[in-house]
């Protein structure tokens, strides 16, 4: 069954915690990325990494890490420097194909929860 | 600026009625528009998707429209069903070398009633 896997589904954190939110995609794509999404608002990049051991920096990173030492596996941890880390987190995967096309495929998501 | 406005923010229609969505975007260096639909609690899905050399592109009920000179996309649904009621995100991107960005719209929650 491929796909893309995020685990968990929800997370509680206390304040001053890290966390690790897992992304996992068995498709075979050279990228991923980690995007934040708010209630009313459009998804936004936080990291995205196009090789093993290599990634960038979206446009929110600060306060998340990253790493990425197999191609499967996506890891974001978020840190305790970020201050309002409570929202909807989503894992995406992409190929490129002969067309030049460069479809982006999410995973269910990880809803962390800063209590 | 790598924006792209979407608009409008919520939309409620009849069954059978067509919903229009529409975005519009800055950078002429964006070459690939797709569309996805999220339902809540859910990823979003790739609904469908345009290059800037189409000007139109259907699949099943939904069709995109293109316009470059404007800078601006839209999302069509036909016949619309209470299945369809979701938010629905339009995106843009350019090739990098390293890796796509997608830059999102905010959304647009649909309603379809029955």
């Known amino acids: 069954d491929g796909g893309i896997t995020q685990s968990p589904k929800y997370l509680f954190r206390k304040e001053g915690q890290n966390v690790t939110l897992s992304c996992e995609q068995n498709l075979n794509h050279d990228a991923m990325y980690w995007y934040r999404q708010d209630p009313g608002q459009g998804l936004r990049l936080i990291y995205y990494s196009q090789i093993v051991n290599d990634f960038q920096k979206g446009d929110i990173a600060e306060g998340y890490s990253v790493s990425r030492e197999k191609k499967e596996s996506f890891p974001l941890t978020v840190t305790s420097a970020q201050k309002n880390p409570t929202a909807f987190y989503l894992c995406a995967s992409s190929i490129r194909t002969s067309g030049g096309a460069h479809t982006q495929y999410f995973g269910p998501g990880t809803r962390l929860t800063v209590l | 600026q790598q924006q792209v406005k979407q608009s409008p923010q919520s939309l409620i229609v009849q069954k059978g009625g067509i919903p229009i969505i529409n975005c519009a975007y800055e950078?002429?260096?964006?070459?690939?528009f797709p569309w996805y639909q999220q339902f809540p609690g859910k990823g979003p899905a790739l609904l469908i998707a345009i290059r800037p050399d189409v000007s139109e592109k259907k699949e099943g009920r939904f069709t995109i429209s293109f316009n470059k000179s404007a800078k601006q996309f839209s999302l069509h649904i036909m016949d619309s069903q209470p299945g369809d009621s979701a938010t629905y995100f339009c995106?843009?991107?350019?090739?990098?070398?390293?890796?796509?960005?997608?830059?999102f719209g905010e959304g647009t929650q649909l309603t379809v009633n029955p």
């Open positions: 995106a843009a991107s350019k090739w990098e070398t390293s890796g796509s960005r997608l830059t």
């Open positions: 950078n002429t260096a964006f070459d690939y």
